[in-house]
């Protein structure tokens, strides 16, 4: 008798555990994934399943500093508000940034849909950039060195902590020398600060050797440069440089 007794309270304490596990399977098999129809937040990062970060939306305040090679570096001019791309190695590759405000009766405006090139700046763009009413909006694209962005980046570092005098001097010319920084604007495809439609060929130096283009009263002309800036043949034939 108490043996029976023993295995009727052993059954209904595998009941009481049970059950409920079995109604939370049951409910977990129709919940459904968050749904918003808004929300605000500072910043989101994308990651991985491993999590490393793909992407990342944020204001300005909470903006990344710049991943290259690994290491962090921070940013000439400042973060933005925008987007940062990052490849799979977790280096920055390009990204979206926008500002614009106006300030003491004049304003300035900007936006930028960027990528990089593989351990280096920027190499094409779509860019808007106004200062006040004289803008310019088109597609580019730039030369950039080989030599990777982190490792001149270095270079910069080690040469501010060098004390003032000639080998300082001699330092920062040897790395501009050495063409790191260099990015020369190859195409540029767009709307010019004076009113003209243009496509812009410029050479390894980034100076303009053809150049299309309508003007800002609606005249149309083809022009070849040489490497001074002169025009040595144009159609119509009258814009050529005397």
Not at 130 to 151: F, K, M, T
Not at 159 to 172: L, Q, S, T, V, Y
Request: charged residues 25%; proline residues 4%.
């Amino acid at each position: 008798m108490h043996a029976i007794e023993r295995e009727v309270r052993i059954l209904r304490m595998y009941c009481l555990l049970t059950v409920p596990v079995l109604v939370l399977l049951v409910f977990a098999g129709f919940v459904q994934k968050p749904r918003f129809g808004e929300i605000a937040v500072q910043r989101i990062n994308v990651v991985e399943p491993d999590g490393k970060t793909r992407l990342v939306i944020s204001n300005k305040t909470r903006a990344p500093d710049a991943v290259l090679g690994g290491k962090t570096f921070k940013r000439q001019g400042g973060n933005s508000a925008g987007l940062i791309f990052y490849n799979q190695e977790g280096d920055e590759d390009g990204g979206l940034v926008f500002s614009g405000a106006a300030r003491n009766g004049r304003y300035a405006a900007e936006g930028a849909l960027l990528f990089d090139q593989y351990h280096q700046d920027q190499v094409v763009g779509i860019q808007y950039s106004d200062d006040n009413g004289s803008r310019s909006a088109g597609l580019q694209v730039w030369d950039r060195s080989d030599i990777p962005a982190a490792e001149t980046l270095e270079r910069e570092q080690a040469i501010a902590r060098m004390p003032d005098g000639p080998e300082k001097i001699a330092a920062r010319e040897r790395l501009r020398a050495s063409g790191a920084w260099n990015a020369p604007v190859r195409v540029f495809v767009g709307r010019d600060r004076s009113k003209a439609a243009v496509v812009d060929l410029t050479d390894p130096q980034g100076k303009t050797r053809a150049r299309l283009l309508v003007d800002s009263l609606g005249a149309a002309r083809l022009e070849f440069l040489d490497a001074g800036g002169h025009v040595v043949y144009a159609v119509p034939e009258s814009t050529r440089s005397r």
